[in-house]
């Protein structure tokens, strides 16, 4: 049948694209169904370009660590300059307890085989020259992590997807899921029913709506943040630099430069900003600027060349959801990324794809085992 498919996606951005394309290497037939005009038009578009397994737990930093070997060889891999680079994270600390904070995550960090380690003060600074000496520490140091294109990754990994046989329609977003007894029979659209027995929700901030008429609800509920771009500069700095610490209104802030030369930059709301306003503000460059500069006082003469503001789709403890939900047979959430869709996503889509192909291997298990839709979401991400 012309619409029968294996696999149905909805949603054609972090996580459904490359998803579709490790459905469609496993000889899957897979469509996707996006409303918007062409891949990575939601948040995928809005994300800064971080690309970290430095995370506080085994079930994200495996699938990161799979993320980053997709982006680091995607280049050699299949041709296509998607911006990598191979920046490192660094985590500068200036505060006894941070640093008490961070050494304690260095154990399970590094437990689950993640390249990470405590510098001195000295090697921080030869890292990002310029940063603020005084009461610098120290920091932990992910050599391995990096950035790229966000852009130019979601349109690569699209090409690849069509080039395996994956279909795309875009301008044409899912209007119901369908079931008969307890299990999905297809996904109905405006331009007509698509027949399959598998669905998987990849919608982002729009997944707990796309979930609801099934009866299934789903923790996920967008917050706001901004960030923003400079004008290119010289290199002068090559890690993704994360400041942990609090500030009047952010929680925390991080900036990186990327492989064009310029500055990167994005900060966490403290408090939160809930629901889907995506209009910028005039808080955020004076909050920001005031950080940055602080710490590195060398990028006060970069001009802003404009700011932006994105949805984090947040579950309550600040991890995904991937999971199969007994109550409808068929149906696959891949939600919550909390704003960490873009570096999940490779890594995620192989993992997921392999549960869906039925042909987990043992590490695919141990990824998606953390990210169960019933659980107390009581514990909380350290490294959000």
Same mark, same amino acid.
Request: hydrophobic share 40%; net charge positive.
């Given at each position: 049948?012309?619409?029968?498919? &294996?696999? %149905?996606?909805?949603?054609? $951005?972090?996580?459904?694209? =490359?998803?579709?394309?490790?459905?469609? @290497?496993?000889? +899957? /037939?897979?469509?996707?169904?996006?409303?918007?005009?062409?891949?990575?038009?939601?948040?995928?578009?809005?994300?800064?370009?971080?690309?970290?397994?430095?995370?506080?737990?085994?079930?994200?930093?495996?699938?990161?660590?799979?993320?980053?070997?997709?982006?680091?060889?995607?280049?050699?891999?299949?041709? &296509?300059? %998607?911006?990598?680079?191979? $920046?490192?994270?660094?985590? =500068?600390?200036?505060?006894?307890?941070? @640093?008490?904070? +961070? /050494?304690?995550?260095?154990?399970?960090?590094?437990?689950?085989?993640?390249?990470?380690?405590?510098?001195?003060?000295?090697?921080?600074?030869?890292?990002?020259?310029?940063?603020?000496?005084?009461?610098?520490?120290?920091?932990?140091?992910?050599?391995?992590?990096?950035?790229?294109?966000?852009?130019?990754?979601?349109?690569?990994?699209?090409?690849?997807?069509?080039?395996?046989?994956?279909?795309?329609?875009?301008?044409?977003?899912?209007?119901?899921?369908?079931?008969?007894?307890?299990?999905?029979?297809?996904?109905?659209?405006?331009?007509?029913?698509?027949?399959?027995?598998?669905?998987?929700?990849?919608?982002?901030?729009?997944?707990?709506?796309?979930?609801?008429?099934?009866?299934?609800?789903?923790?996920?509920?967008?917050?706001?943040?901004?960030?923003?771009?400079?004008?290119?500069?010289?290199?002068?700095?090559?890690?993704?630099?994360?400041?942990?610490?609090?500030?009047?209104?952010?929680?925390?802030?991080?900036?990186?430069?990327?492989?064009?030369?310029?500055?990167?930059?994005?900060?966490?709301?403290?408090?939160?900003?809930?629901?889907?306003?995506?209009?910028?503000?005039?808080?955020?460059?004076?909050?920001?600027?005031?950080?940055?500069?602080?710490?590195?006082?060398?990028?006060?003469?970069?001009?802003?060349?404009?700011?932006?503001?994105?949805?984090?789709?947040?579950?309550?403890?600040?991890?995904?959801?991937?999971?199969?939900?007994?109550?409808?047979?068929?149906?696959?959430?891949?939600?919550?990324?909390?704003?960490?869709?873009?570096?999940?996503?490779?890594?995620?889509?192989?993992?997921?794809?392999?549960?869906?192909?039925?042909?987990?291997?043992?590490?695919?298990?141990?990824?998606?085992?953390?990210?169960?839709?019933?659980?107390?979401?009581?514990?909380?991400?350290?490294?959000?």
């Amino acid at each position: 049948m012309k619409n029968k498919y &294996d696999v %149905i996606i909805i949603g054609a $951005g972090s996580i459904g694209v =490359p998803l579709a394309m490790s459905l469609a @290497e496993r000889k +899957l /037939k897979t469509l996707v169904l996006e409303a918007a005009a062409s891949p990575g038009q939601g948040q995928n578009k809005c994300a800064i370009g971080g690309i970290r397994a430095t995370h506080s737990d085994g079930s994200k930093i495996k699938a990161c660590l799979r993320s980053i070997r997709i982006f680091s060889g995607w280049e050699q891999d299949h041709g &296509d300059d %998607i911006g990598w680079i191979k $920046g490192g994270y660094l985590f =500068p600390v200036y505060t006894e307890n941070d @640093e008490s904070v +961070l /050494k304690e995550l260095l154990k399970v960090q590094q437990g689950f085989g993640l390249n990470i380690n405590w510098i001195s003060a000295d090697k921080v600074r030869e890292l990002v020259p310029g940063i603020a000496a005084k009461d610098l520490r120290g920091g932990t140091w992910s050599p391995d992590d990096g950035s790229a294109s966000p852009l130019l990754s979601i349109n690569a990994f699209y090409r690849r997807a069509v080039k395996l046989g994956a279909e795309f329609r875009f301008r044409e977003p899912a209007t119901e899921i369908l079931s008969e007894k307890g299990a999905v029979t297809g996904v109905r659209t405006a331009q007509g029913c698509y027949t399959t027995a598998c669905v998987v929700n990849a919608a982002g901030a729009e997944a707990a709506k796309v979930s609801e008429p099934t009866g299934i609800k789903v923790p996920v509920k967008p917050d706001c943040h901004e960030a923003g771009i400079t004008e290119p500069a010289e290199r002068f700095f090559e890690p993704m630099v994360v400041d942990i610490r609090p500030g009047d209104k952010s929680k925390n802030y991080y900036f990186y430069q990327n492989f064009e030369g310029q500055i990167v930059f994005c900060l966490t709301p403290q408090p939160q900003l809930w629901g889907a306003d995506r209009r910028s503000t005039s808080e955020f460059l004076p909050e920001i600027s005031k950080r940055m500069i602080a710490l590195m006082p060398n990028v006060a003469n970069l001009k802003v060349r404009r700011t932006w503001r994105g949805l984090y789709p947040m579950t309550p403890d600040g991890f995904p959801v991937v999971d199969f939900p007994p109550a409808l047979k068929g149906y696959v959430l891949a939600v919550g990324m909390c704003g960490q869709g873009f570096m999940l996503g490779p890594g995620l889509g192989e993992a997921l794809a392999a549960h869906i192909a039925g042909k987990p291997a043992a590490e695919d298990k141990e990824i998606l085992a953390g990210f169960r839709l019933e659980r107390s979401f009581a514990g909380q991400e350290k490294l959000k």
